[in-house]
């Protein structure tokens, strides 16, 4: 079942970007990506769920022991600050870029996957639509070869 679960949502993956890679620029003046996930306070209780699911996942969760709970408060805003820029909110990420942030980590493939099945899981408590979902892990998806390795 896991397998599965993965297959499809590696599928997803491939399939959005190929997707973003033929789209023509801006094609609607319709809502942001960020408007259509509920907003600023909508990907604040994604962006909180989705770092508990991290700290409780034992395949990721090692990598979060001992974070003093201010560290944890800057992990859950600079996320947040980071999908909100990375959507068309309002918001600036003033954070590190991703190679920089994960240099020395040596983050393999495993925990990377463990991660989008993390985010997807609270994706999907929040009742995030396909479509949204898709068109996030494709603007997110590119940052692997940042953090993956590192």
Known sequence: MRLMIRAVL????????????????EMSSGPTLYQRLGGRDALKGV???FVANLVADP???????????VAVFKLQTDLADQICDATG???AYLG?????????????????????EDLVKSLNK????????QELLAILGPMKKDIVGQ
Do not use: N, Y
């Open 126 to 133: 929040f009742k995030v639509g396909a479509k949204e979902q």
């Open 89 to 91: 909110g309002p918001c």
């Open 47 to 49: 962006v909180d769920d």
């Open 10 to 25: 590696m599928t997803v993956v491939a399939v959005s970007f190929a997707a973003c890679a033929s789209a023509p620029p």
């Open 96 to 116: 590190r870029d991703m190679k920089a942030a994960h240099a020395g980590m040596k983050i393999t493939d495993a925990e990377w996957t463990a991660t989008v």
């Open 59 to 69: 395949r990721v969760s090692g990598r979060f022991k001992g974070l003093q709970p």
